[in-house]
């Protein structure tokens, strides 16, 4: 450090002696050249420490090395997220600002390695005055809590592919009482500064944790718990002796009856007694400081600087016009009624419905396969870069379906060693109808999650920082676009199909009017839950899910519609200023091949790409 800040020092004085230099022979100041040898050192000199950063907090967290399919000696460990890590975490960030404004010229920079600065120091800022509010969220809840990301953690990002795996396995069931109290006592701060879930949440997270600690070992039962059949699984695909078999069971099974089930039975003792003491209110707005939390939490989520009421109004407006749009399908599918009629027809007519059994599921998982393999035979029309990845389709799990979120993505592996994977819920099917199934694959597959997360981890030329960051406007509303675009090449040929995808959009329109709504003005949950049942076609328990989801996440699903239409936006921006000379292909490469950016960075890129195509335009006319 102190020999770079040295050479720093040589290298201005030896620029100020050149200006001096130039001063005295013409009398004018001026601007010292700076080569592009120089440019190109300090850039990656900058992305070297990027790289080193993001190496440190990798080692500090064995959980994210898990994630990218990293082993190392911690595979065996948990993430400290403890109150003390909070703050050892926050002084780094404070050190890595320092560093960025005191000790690089960004004058030396070149433009990709500059997008980078720019993000990293954004991005860091936004943590420190972020700090005041590291309480202000749930740790254990429905949609992403502890009590089922860690259970689903082993039995998906664990992988078992030798007996040290095995034994790593074991290490981090006997050091999940550890990590549960670390959680207890997180959860226990909060509530000592007025931050605790509401009622709601608390029979539903107590479903979670209990179905966890059910089955052998923890009882007498016929049947396997979770994580005993998921490691039984793991350890019979592997070349073992059956002695070493045997003795990898015996204390697997010795972790989950002591060190398991003692985590997850303090765990649900105080949520016996929390759940004794919550009230029914339900919006950011109950918290200290509630408002000025909330609109942080919202310029965050949209990379925006939109209020709460501009955000309100925007969902009200849009939702009209999907409304306008659905009414426009009914007439060609000669339908006779009110719009709230054909919802109503939508949400009982069986033939837009699987059963709910094994066989419907299966029917389901299939067809979702079919339609992700059919967009992939069409990339070629919309795309230049495509995903070396993978993709899988998965139903969620038994033992978080009751609870989690309708469909969602989970990234996979950069060596592509753990592909990415699709989950449907189909706990209800009647909250998972046929009509919506294109978008929703599309949406969270491809040419969605699944393309604009696999691309970035495979870039080459961006720090990690960028390849597995993200911001939610642009990750979502990537992921909603792309619900849309596949109409432009003829699919959705079917109206109910279109149908579906407008219903989709449309529930992320009314997300716009519910988040806020609970958030800034004081909706209750059961108000939330009406304004999706009387504007939607879903499912009563879909609008119930919904909003809980908003109640424990506040501001998050304002995103989807927000980043929509501002890739729309700048995509129709570009097409008029391009005319004839627009590419569909090249707009979606510049989107995607800088890895997830804040809405007006990405406008930023855009721009750019416009003046750099109209720039070679006239150089092709002159010459």
């Not at 003795?247 to 929390?274: H, M, P, S, W, Y």
Request: charged share 30%; hydrophobic share 35%.
């Amino acid at each position: 450090m102190i020999r770079y800040l040295s050479n720093i020092r040589i290298l201005l004085g030896l620029a100020l002696l050149t200006v001096l230099s130039c001063k005295e022979q013409s009398g004018e100041p001026e601007k010292a050249v700076i080569s592009e040898e120089e440019i190109a050192q300090k850039s990656q000199e900058l992305n070297d420490w990027f790289e080193q950063q993001f190496v440190v907090d990798m080692n500090r967290s064995p959980m994210t090395q898990t994630y990218l399919g990293v082993k190392t000696e911690d595979y065996g460990k948990w993430d400290d997220i403890s109150s003390k890590r909070e703050v050892e975490n926050m002084e780094l960030t404070k050190q890595r600002l320092a560093y960025l404004k005191d000790s690089v010229d960004i004058s030396k920079l070149n433009k990709a390695t500059l997008l980078s600065y720019k993000l990293m120091k954004q991005d860091l800022e936004n943590e420190i005055e972020d700090f005041q509010y590291r309480l202000y969220d749930y740790p254990v809840n429905q949609m992403h809590g502890m009590q089922a990301e860690i259970p689903a953690f082993m039995i998906n990002m664990h992988r078992v592919e030798n007996k040290s795996d095995a034994e790593a396995y074991i290490s981090r069931l006997s050091g999940m009482d550890e990590l549960f109290g670390q959680l207890i006592e997180n959860m226990k701060m909060r509530e000592k500064n007025g931050i605790l879930p509401p009622k709601f949440v608390f029979t539903k997270v107590l479903d979670d944790s209990r179905n966890i600690i059910k089955g052998r070992p923890f009882d007498q039962s016929n049947h396997e718990s979770t994580l005993l059949a998921d490691f039984k699984g793991k350890i019979g695909a592997i070349e073992l002796s059956e002695e070493e078999k045997e003795e990898l069971l015996t204390n697997a099974e010795k972790a989950l009856a002591e060190d398991v089930k003692r985590g997850f039975d303090n765990l649900i003792g105080l949520l016996e007694k929390q759940q004794q003491r919550a009230t029914t209110d339900d919006g950011a707005w109950k918290f200290p400081k509630g408002d000025k939390f909330y609109n942080i939490a919202l310029q965050r989520t949209t990379t925006t600087d939109m209020t709460a009421d501009q955000i309100h109004e925007l969902g009200l407006k849009e939702v009209e016009r999907i409304h306008n749009e659905m009414r426009d399908i009914m007439k060609q599918v000669k339908y006779e009624g009110t719009l709230q009629d054909f919802f109503q027809f939508m949400k009982e007519d069986k033939r837009f419905y699987y059963p709910n059994d094994e066989e419907g599921k299966a029917a389901y998982l299939k067809r979702a396969v079919g339609l992700i393999d059919n967009l992939k035979s069409r990339l070629d029309e919309l795309f230049l870069t495509k995903p070396k990845a993978d993709i899988v389709v998965k139903a969620v799990e038994p033992f978080r379906e009751k609870s989690a979120g309708k469909a969602f993505y989970q990234r996979g592996t950069p060596d592509g060693s753990r592909p990415g994977t699709y989950y449907a819920n189909l706990y209800d099917m009647e909250a998972m109808p046929i009509y919506q199934m294109e978008a929703l694959a599309y949406h969270e597959g491809i040419p969605g999650h699944h393309m604009q997360i696999s691309i970035a981890q495979e870039l080459k030329d961006i720090p990690k920082f960028r390849k597995f960051g993200g911001y939610t406007a642009y990750i979502e509303g990537w992921g909603l676009y792309n619900e849309f675009l596949p109409k432009e090449i003829g699919l959705y040929n079917d109206p109910y199909s279109d149908f579906g995808r407008l219903a989709m959009e449309l529930w992320r329109a009314c997300r716009l009017v519910v988040d806020t709504g609970i958030h800034a003005k004081k909706w209750t949950r059961e108000q939330g839950i009406k304004y999706y049942t009387d504007n939607t076609p879903n499912a009563e328990s879909d609008a119930i899910k919904m909003v809980e989801r908003h109640i424990v996440m506040p501001s998050q699903a304002t995103a989807y519609k927000i980043g929509m239409n501002k890739i729309l936006e700048l995509r129709e921006y570009a097409r008029g200023k391009l005319g004839d000379t627009f590419d569909i292909r090249e707009f979606h490469d510049v989107v995607l091949t800088n890895g997830a950016v804040p809405l007006n960075v990405l406008e930023d890129l855009i721009n750019d790409w416009i003046t750099g195509k109209q720039t070679n335009a006239i150089d092709d006319t002159n010459s």
